[in-house]
């Protein structure tokens, strides 16, 4: 099985715990090429960009030759060892979502891309968004991609069979607190034994973690891992594990699970809609879309910089604005399911049409508005390794029946360490 996305970041988070350690990004500070260079590179991963509109960007800036390079395996090492070599360093790279914030303390290492002319386009990029890749002191290293704005996916037939609504606006309206939604599981569950409401308890912890202002370590460098915020994250999250409504899924089994009717909704991002179509097109038709319970949240999304040893920072930004132009990411969302950052694309028809695989359902209106009102919460770049304990704590519960007050006391004593020796306080 493919690696998807939502597993690509859960594998992510529990990897920056492993590691134990920020992007260093040290090293040689010349130059790649001098100030008036048209040879630049530009790096991403596969799916991290639409090649069809890269290729055209190559047609569009024919003055420049722009050599493009899709970088297989651990891109971050990668791009950490180029920053280092200064001279193999791209003129352009992507930067992960679950990245960013490690490279904010290493700033200098990028141009501040306000100082060639994203200040003067912000306006039309989600605000939120930008806050991510931007410094305490106001330095914006990355330029947005896409984003994660989160909803409930879930089985219209399954829901009728239940006699739940099956209306995606009367899903949202009905199912908009947690509460209801786990009420409508055991509803669920009981008229269909075999079905259940979530994969696993860690989605739903990431989903509430990500619909508040704060998350676990605070603009002071200081640890609240084990504030109110995370401890009724975490209490919710518990609750469709108690009620029986948990598929308790965390191996390579989900694929089925999705085809065979095993789970009746997934809570997850606009991306992951691609997810659940290749691994169940046999239940095309059948999906619907709704609201998030509890408000909007995002998962994932990445984003454009330029190295501080790029040979032409100004004719980059220039390439960078073009490729991420609304136009353009309408045609990245039809060619690599990523999710605009300009609110502008959301009224294009790339965005506005129906959606075969949910019905025919205009999917946009209910990710347009989520997108719009996420809410911003300061990541620290030690966010992802702090966070790791509390998701494999969550998964000894479901894997092993351990008691949740147990976990959650040795989730927040594993966290408050690597905290510590991230040099939180």
Not at 104 to 123: E, T, Y
Not at 204 to 225: A, C, H, L, P
Not at 371 to 393: G, L, Q, T
Not at 414 to 425: D, E
Request: net charge negative; aromatic share 10%; hydrophobic share 40%.
């Amino acid at each position: 099985m493919d690696l998807s996305r939502r597993r690509f970041l859960q594998a992510a988070a529990l990897s920056a715990a492993a590691a134990g350690a920020t992007a260093a990004c040290g090293g040689g500070s010349g130059s790649s090429g001098s100030k008036d260079s048209k040879n630049l590179t530009l790096w991403y991963w596969s799916g991290g960009l639409s090649d069809k509109v890269v290729a055209d960007a190559k047609k569009h800036f024919s003055d420049i030759s722009l050599k493009t390079s899709v970088v297989g395996g651990d891109f971050k090492t990668k791009l950490l060892t180029g920053l280092r070599a200064a001279q193999s360093a791209p003129d352009i790279t992507g930067i992960k979502g679950e990245d960013i914030a490690s490279f904010l303390p290493n700033a200098n290492r990028f141009i501040d891309l306000n100082s060639v002319g994203a200040d003067k386009l912000a306006p039309q990029y989600l605000s939120w968004k930008l806050k991510q890749a931007t410094t305490q002191d106001g330095k914006l290293i990355g330029f947005p991609i896409d984003i994660g704005p989160c909803a409930t996916y879930y089985r219209e037939d399954l829901f009728a069979q239940a006699g739940l609504p099956t209306d995606p606006a009367k899903v949202s309206a009905e199912l908009s607190t947690w509460d209801a939604y786990f009420k409508a599981g055991v509803e669920l569950h009981k008229a269909i034994p075999k079905t259940f409401l979530i994969n696993n308890i860690g989605s739903v912890f990431s989903m509430i973690v990500g619909q508040g202002t704060q998350r676990f370590i605070d603009e002071d460098n200081k640890f609240i891992g084990d504030q109110d915020h995370i401890r009724t994250a975490w209490t919710t999250a518990v609750k469709p594990y108690t009620l029986g409504i948990d598929a308790k899924i965390n191996d390579n089994t989900w694929n089925a699970a999705i085809s065979g009717g095993t789970l009746g909704t997934e809570i997850g991002a606009a991306w992951h809609a691609l997810d659940i179509s290749n691994a169940a097109p046999g239940t095309k038709g059948k999906w619907r879309v709704a609201s998030l319970p509890g408000g909007p949240s995002n998962l994932g999304g990445s984003f454009l910089a330029i190295p501080a040893t790029s040979g032409n920072p100004e004719e980059a930004f220039e390439i960078i604005s073009w490729i991420l132009s609304p136009e353009n990411q309408a045609r990245g969302f039809t060619d690599a399911a990523l999710f605009p950052t300009a609110p502008a694309a959301y009224e294009l028809p790339a965005l506005t049409g129906g959606d075969a695989f949910f019905g025919g359902q205009k999917t946009i209106e209910i990710f347009g508005p989520a997108a719009e009102r996420i809410p911003a919460a300061y990541e620290a770049p030690a966010d992802a390794a702090v966070s790791a304990p509390y998701y494999s704590e969550l998964t000894s519960i479901e894997a092993k029946g351990k008691d949740p007050d147990e976990a959650w006391k040795d989730a927040v004593s594993q966290a408050m360490q690597i905290a510590q020796r991230q040099g939180v306080k």
